[in-house]
């Protein structure tokens, strides 16, 4: 009787994990890493810039070492490799917990919420019984 009511509540907690770690780590509560260091897959700014500080990515500051052509606009800063790009932000680099945080919660979640919302509207039955109708009246043609 309250499986569907449990299924949407269940998946409303697998969906919502994702950002409420975005805002625990905001409030410095989660130390985890999202994100693997030092991961070599990361954005270029295109065109691509050659760099040596981080001032040579552009003249605005976005804060935390990250500078942009204009306001706005994306914010790079001078790597290792001396190119200026974005942070190591891809799905290739990120960690484990960011696997099941960010990807593997959020997608069981939105599939437990489908199942259970088809589950509360008995959509599955009633589409069963409407093509046994259909095939019956083309059968009795």
Known sequence: MY???CLVAVASVLIL????????QDLHVWKANMYV???PDRAL????????VPQ?????????GYYSVNPGEDCFTCWADG????????FRCLSGIGWFVTVICTYVGF????VGVLWNSKLIP?????????RLKMTSQ
């Open 3 to 5: 499986g569907p009511t």
């Open 17 to 24: 994990a994702d950002p409420l770690r975005h805002v625990l």
């Open 37 to 39: 260091h030092g991961c």
């Open 45 to 52: 700014q295109l065109p691509e810039r050659a760099c040596s």
């Open 56 to 64: 040579d990515c552009g003249m605005h500051d976005c804060g935390e």
């Open 83 to 90: 190119m200026c790009s974005e942070g190591a932000e891809t």
């Open 111 to 114: 599939a437990i919420f489908f």
């Open 126 to 134: 009633k589409i069963v019984r409407k093509w046994k109708l259909l």
